[in-house]
Nanobody, 126 residues
Framework: QVHLVESGGGSVLPGGSLTLSCAAS????????VGWFRQAPGNTREGVAG???????AYADSVKGRFTISQDNAKNTLYLQMTSLKPEDTAMYYC????????????????????RGQGTQVTVSS
């Protein structure tokens, strides 16, 4: 089991950028499939980006080319770099981790992550 804490959320203008961080403790993050998902008010949770232990990444179509998931193994921290932000990106963002995920090119559904953080709010508005 890994404990996850997100940070880096905030308010930004459309077209702006933010980088979210997810600090892990209790276990080695690189041993897990890790990812980001989000939930906007009134919407269901949706996967945003994921990364397998072998480095394979996956992205939702809505963020491809704008968001980048990465990991710093020395810091045991996961990142989500978000650029060209749009109002529809406004949501609470969560990081998650799941062990022994057997589909590296496919993100887990949000409920399939065994460990999740408490979330960090991202608001994109003019």
């Amino acid at each position: 089991q890994v404990h996850l804490v997100e940070s880096g959320g905030g308010s930004v203008l459309p077209g702006g950028s933010l980088t979210l961080s997810c600090a892990a403790s209790g276990d080695t993050l690189s041993d897990y499939y890790v990812g980001w998902f989000r939930q906007a008010p009134g919407n269901t949770r949706e996967g945003v980006a994921g990364m397998a232990p072998d480095g394979t990444t996956a992205y939702a179509d809505s963020v491809k080319g704008r968001f980048t998931i990465s990991q710093d193994n020395a810091k045991n921290t996961l990142y989500l770099q978000m650029t060209s932000l749009k109002p529809e990106d406004t949501a609470m963002y969560y990081c998650g981790a799941v062990a022994q995920w057997r589909l590296p090119a496919t993100m887990p559904r949000p409920y399939e992550y065994n460990d999740r953080g408490q979330g960090t709010q991202v608001t994109v508005s003019s």
